[in-house]
């Protein structure tokens, strides 16, 4: 018994080394002199840091406009995403209307279509509203997702239902009651969909690609997307990049690892 648990864990040890070294090596890289990435074998760490590449980024190709519209734009989908959600799931969950388990089954269903199937109609849908090269046709698709009702119709199943009726009784509205009671209870699971919208708002690139045309308004995955282009030979410019782009998701996800993975068991598991 013993050593099958030693198993387990050194199999566990190995999975993490590997599962991190790319990510210990782009930040190695991006604090590596020029040309210093390029050497036969690698180093694994520079013998002179440097912050040089970072300087370079803010300097010359204006990365921190770059975060600003990423930040403003995933925290916007991020606290309209979960409200939406929010108050769909609780209808799915505890309102009656005709066509709910229909509607839901189909909701449900449409899961299996690829996002990338529905761009092209979205694309020409958001460009007759005119909101092609804007930040709200970015936002408003990311409004809902399939999987955030269900993460959250799930959770709210479980919600007293005996508390429901008593604040009705009382004389609250479902708005009233969605804000003042549901809201508070599910702060698990919607901490969960928060963390999950950020990390999917701030690293996507294809759609932002897609409808913002203006390059004063891509985000820092397109404009990374464009440095590689103009740098392709500079690998420590492009891991300072890269950095940039994956460690405020990663710092933002050890933060809230806790409510992420506790809600998401929780969502997954009641009902």
């Given at each position: 018994?013993?050593?099958?648990?030693?198993?387990?864990?050194?199999?566990?040890?190995?999975?993490?080394a590997?599962?991190?070294?790319?990510?210990v090596?782009?930040?190695?890289?991006?604090l590596?002199?020029?040309?210093?990435?390029?050497?036969?074998?690698?180093?694994?760490?520079?013998?002179?840091?440097t912050?040089?590449?970072?300087?370079?980024?803010?300097?010359?190709?204006?990365?921190?406009?770059y975060?600003?519209?990423?930040?403003?734009?995933?925290?916007?989908?991020?606290?309209?995403s979960?409200?939406?959600?929010?108050a769909?799931?609780y209808?799915f969950?505890?309102?009656?209307?005709m066509?709910?388990?229909?509607?839901?089954?189909?909701?449900?269903?449409?899961?299996?279509?690829?996002?990338?199937?529905?761009?092209?109609?979205?694309?020409l849908?958001?460009?007759?509203?005119?909101?092609?090269?804007?930040?709200?046709?970015?936002?408003?698709?990311?409004?809902?997702?399939i999987?955030?009702?269900?993460?959250?119709r799930?959770?709210?199943?479980?919600?007293?239902?005996?508390?429901?009726?008593?604040?009705?009784?009382?004389?609250a509205?479902?708005?009233?009651?969605f804000?003042?009671l549901?809201?508070?209870?599910?702060?698990?699971?919607?901490?969960?969909?928060?963390?999950?919208?950020f990390?999917?708002?701030?690293?996507d690139?294809?759609?932002?690609l897609?409808?913002?045309t203006?390059s004063?308004l891509?985000?820092l995955?397109?404009?990374?997307?464009?440095l590689?282009g103009?740098?392709?030979?500079?690998t420590?410019?492009?891991?300072?990049?890269?950095?940039?782009?994956?460690?405020?998701?990663?710092?933002?996800?050890?933060?809230?690892?806790?409510?992420y993975?506790?809600?998401?068991?929780?969502?997954?598991?009641k009902?």
């Open positions: 018994m013993r050593y099958s648990k030693l198993v387990i864990y050194l199999v566990l040890v190995l999975a993490t590997a599962t991190l070294f790319p990510l090596w782009m930040v190695s890289v991006s590596m002199p020029p040309a210093d990435a390029l050497r036969y074998p690698p180093p694994l760490w520079p013998k002179a840091p912050l040089e590449h970072y300087r370079a980024l803010f300097d010359r190709l204006a990365v921190a406009r975060a600003l519209n990423s930040l403003v734009l995933a925290a916007a989908v991020t606290a309209l979960v409200l939406v959600n929010a769909a799931g209808a969950a505890c309102l009656t209307f066509g709910r388990d229909r509607l839901f089954q189909l909701l449900l269903a449409a899961m299996v279509i690829p996002g990338q199937v529905a761009m092209l109609p979205l694309f849908l958001l460009k007759l509203l005119g909101l092609v090269n804007t930040y709200a046709g970015v936002i408003v698709p990311g409004l809902a997702s999987f955030g009702i269900f993460l959250v799930q959770y709210a199943l479980s919600l007293p239902q005996g508390l429901l009726d008593a604040a009705r009784l009382d004389g509205g479902e708005l009233r009651i804000w003042s549901v809201l508070p209870l599910c702060r698990p699971v919607l901490i969960t969909l928060a963390v999950f919208t990390l999917g708002s701030w690293n690139f294809l759609w932002p897609i409808i913002l203006d004063r891509h985000t995955p397109v404009a990374l997307a464009v590689m103009e740098h392709a030979v500079d420590e410019l492009m891991m300072a990049g890269a950095a940039l782009t994956v460690v405020p998701v990663i710092v933002l996800f050890l933060a809230a690892q806790r409510y993975l506790g809600g998401l068991m929780q969502g997954g598991i009902g």
